[in-house]
Structures are given as C-alpha cells and as structure tokens.
C-alpha cells in the first residue's frame, strides 16, 4: 500500500513538472511582449534599458492603424453575427432535426477547424474570383464566417444538449409550433452560449490572419497591418505595445465569453435540480 502511494505522489510530482513547463514553454513568450512593450529601446532583448510609454502614444493618430482598426471591428462583429446565427441554426436543426441531412451539415460545418488555414486561404481566394468578388472586404467576412463556424457550432450544439428534452416536448404538447418553441422557450434559455459564441466568434474574426492574406484588397485588418510593420525594426516596439493592446482585450473577451457560458449551464443545472 506505501508503495502504490509511493509510486502516485511520484507520478503526480512528474505530472506537475510537466504541466509547469508546458506552461512556462506556452505562455513565457507571450509575457515577454507586455514586458518590452515598456522598454525604452528599439531592441527587444536584455538588459532593459528603462521604463516608457512612449510606444504606446505613438499607438494615437496614426491613420493607417486606425483605418486597419476600423475594419477588423467591422468585419468582425458581421462575422460573427453570421457565425453565430449560422452555429445556432445548424446545432439546432442537427440535435431536434431528425435528418440525416442536418447531421451531415453539422459535421461540416465543423471541418474547417481540421483544414490547415492555408489551404482555406487559397481555396477560398479561387472561389471569390470564380464568383467575381475577387479580394475584398466582402470576401474577408464570407471567410471568417467559414472558420469562426466550427467554434459557435460546438458551443450552442452543447448548450442545446444540456436542455432537457423534456423542456421541448411540454412546449409542443401544449400546442406551440417547432419556431414558437425554439423562440420563445429553447432560445432565451440558450442566451448566455449564444453571446458567449458571439464573442469567441468574434475574436476569432479579430485575430484571424492567414484569410484575410488571401482575401484581404485595398483594406488590411489590423493583423495585415501588424504583419506589415514587422519589416521595420524600429516598428517593433510599437507592434509590440499593439500586441500587449490586443492580448488584454482578448483575454478579457475569452474570459466574459467562458463565464457567460458556464453561468448559462450552471443555471441549467440548478433549474433541472
């Protein structure tokens, strides 16, 4: 039995060390670009050379950055308003539907996350010039619905799962209409996942870089655009003041999406009990 014991805490002290570096590997990058974003050198290394705010202003009234702003918050929010409305009606029609149809649609819809982002890209950039669209911000968005779909489709087939069928069927047996129930009963109490898929999707769209490389015309996202500055090397610090921007609004966005969802399924679980 000491032994069994013996060889456990062993195994989990391992385990540790490995979830440690794993995270120290993930993360530490990351973490360096807040920390130089406020070093006083153009050169991101060691020794620090001070403290200074002066990448971040040079962040205001720079037009190109706020053009290439503009246009990923618009393209973003279209995006993800189709992917989610997309996501809510494919998980939807594939759990309450009884269609072999809705079943293979939803598995499609869940593939894009499987294909490497290139082969969309390119896929994608034949496909706009077949239909006359060519490059545009048209084109971006028709492309970060594609690859935001798989996300909001796994999030509100899971929210619709965890409803009782029973909810469904006592709003059918008293008279209302498949669109009456899933207005009026399955939706409100789908709330906190479909915002929650909204603004997952969203930031996907935000952030997506590989489309919008194909599909992007006159008009570059703001990722575009911090691709762009990269060939610059006084640039970077204000790339890297850009970035620390972007991955505070991210992780606040991530973090509101994930509590509004887990608030929904607690609800869920304490209404059921």
Not at 88 to 102: E, Q
Request: proline share 6%.
């Amino acid at each position: 039995m000491r032994a069994g014991r013996a060889i456990t805490k062993r195994d989990g002290s391992w385990l540790g060390l490995y979830v440690l570096a794993y995270l120290v590997f993930l993360y530490l990058p990351v973490l360096l670009i807040p920390l130089f974003s406020f070093n006083d050198s153009i050169q991101a290394a060691f020794p620090l050379q001070g403290f200074t705010l002066q990448w971040y202003q040079t962040l205001y009234g720079n037009p190109a950055l706020s053009g290439a702003l503009l246009n990923s918050l618009v393209i973003g929010v279209i995006a993800a308003c189709g992917a989610t409305l997309c996501g809510i009606t494919v998980s939807y029609m594939d759990l309450y539907g009884r269609s072999p149809l809705a079943a293979t649609i939803s598995a499609i819809a869940r593939l894009p996350i499987l294909i490497p982002g290139v082969i969309v890209g390119i896929s994608l950039l034949i496909l706009v010039n077949l239909i006359g669209l060519g490059p545009s911000r048209v084109a971006i968005v028709l492309g970060h619905i594609l690859v935001a779909l798989p996300t909001t489709v796994v999030i509100m087939r899971s929210r619709f799962a965890a409803i009782p069928k029973t909810v469904r069927e006592a709003a059918l047996d008293l008279g209302a209409s498949d669109w009456t129930t899933f207005r009026r009963v399955m939706l409100p109490l789908s709330l906190p996942a479909v915002l929650s898929a909204f603004m997952l999707a969203f930031l996907i769209s935000f952030d997506e870089f590989i489309v919008v490389f194909f599909l992007a015309g006159t008009e570059p996202t703001l990722p575009l655009y911090i691709w762009s500055q990269l060939r610059f090397p006084r640039s970077l610090p204000t790339v890297m003041a850009l970035g620390t921007v972007i991955l505070a609004v991210s992780f606040i966005i991530a973090g509101t999406a994930e509590i509004l969802r887990h608030r929904g399924l607690g609800a869920q679980r304490r209404n059921s009990a």
